[in-house]
């Protein structure tokens, strides 16, 4: 996520969600890209849209170093708390 500018990402992102809508991958990713751009509002919502979507890989969640600003929010942890454990 680093290696680009926030816009071309998310422009990437944008277009793999057209081609695959129902992915949570996309929405996880632009998760990390909000993030790490110091949006923890829209990071948060686009998490949410990944687990609507059907990510469940709580152990990603909490050690992926894109999301590393979140880990104290409160709304990271409920939502972290609501994935099983041990995936």
């Known amino acids: ?8 990402y ?3 992102l944008a277009r793999c969600a057209e081609l695959e809508p129902k992915s949570p991958q996309g929405p996880y990713n632009r998760a990390g890209v909000a993030a790490r ?9 686009w998490l949410e849209r990944a687990v609507e979507l059907g990510y469940a890989d709580r152990a990603a969640l909490e050690q992926d170093p894109d999301l590393a600003s979140l880990k104290d929010d409160p709304r990271f942890r ?8 041990g995936r």
């Open 78 to 85: 409920a939502l972290v708390g609501r994935l099983p454990s």
């Open 1 to 8: 996520i680093a290696c680009m500018p926030e816009d071309t």
């Open 10 to 12: 998310n422009d990437i």
């Open 37 to 45: 751009a110091g949006r923890p509002d829209d990071a948060l919502r």
